[in-house]
């Protein structure tokens, strides 16, 4: 089962803009709007950012947006600070095997 | 207030066989799906794959199937994660997460981790 694509790694300074990408197929990514991601801090549990595309659950900052166009889904991240330093993982719906769900490889930010 | 609460860590030699657990509370257990994820040390996540504790229905990525095998008590409002025989290679951390509900892609709760170490 293939992974969806993330870059390795992105950085930013603090108080910019940074994009990061994921890509899929038209199986995952471009068939459904079943997109979450998930940021990870060193040591710690992965802790959801954003779901089903672009939707924050309560108590994550707006500084953290979602979107999709195609068969890629994109996290953006503004005003960025050095605690959003950590490692993010998109996440898709599937139907290209029998199991739903795919990873992306996973990309670490690093605020410069 | 939703937890998922994990069994502690485990320390076993290859061949050995295993089952680690992860109990639900402040919810109802039969109504969400429970994921497992695999972090190996240093690396990425991965799916191994998910199972509705209601009816035990379960699906399996392709790499773990016949690799574990996942199961529910909804009696202990529990979910498990066994290996029949373990490799060096099984050594990670083990996460269990839930799926809040049908037609959506939020996970938002997860469990804390069991560290898995496989050493002879």
């Known amino acids: 089962q293939s992974a969806l694509t993330q870059p390795a790694s992105v950085s930013g300074s603090p108080g910019q803009s940074i994009t990061i990408s994921c890509t899929g197929t038209?199986?995952?990514?471009?068939?459904?709007?079943?997109v979450s991601w998930f940021q990870q801090h060193p040591g710690k549990v992965p802790r959801l950012m954003i779901y089903?595309?672009?939707n924050r659950p309560s108590g994550v900052s707006n500084r953290f947006s979602g979107s999709k166009s195609g068969n890629t889904a994109s996290l953006t991240i503004s005003g960025l600070q050095a605690e959003d330093e950590a490692d993010y993982y998109c996440t898709s719906y599937t139907t290209s095997t029998i199991f739903a769900w795919v990873f992306g490889g996973g990309t670490k930010l690093t605020v410069l | 207030e939703v937890q998922l609460v994990q069994s502690g860590a485990e320390v076993k030699k290859p061949g050995e066989s295993l089952k680690i657990s992860c109990k639900g509370s402040?919810?109802?257990?039969?109504?969400?799906?429970i994921g497992w994820v695999r972090q190996m040390p240093g690396k990425g996540l991965e799916w191994m794959g998910i199972?509705?504790?209601?009816?035990?229905?379960?699906k399996y990525s392709p790499s773990f199937q016949d690799q574990v095998t996942m199961s529910a008590d909804t009696s202990l409002s529990s979910a498990y994660l066994q290996w029949s025989s373990l490799k060096a290679s099984d050594t990670a951390i083990y996460y269990c997460?839930?799926?809040?509900?049908?037609?959506?892609?939020?996970?938002?709760?997860w469990g804390q981790g069991t560290l898995v170490t496989v050493s002879s």
């Open positions: 199972i509705y504790p209601g009816d035990s229905r379960t």
């Open positions: 402040g919810y109802s257990f039969t109504t969400h799906w």
């Open positions: 089903d595309v672009g």
């Open positions: 997460l839930r799926h809040d509900q049908s037609g959506s892609s939020s996970w938002y709760y």
């Open positions: 038209s199986s995952d990514i471009g068939a459904y709007n079943y």
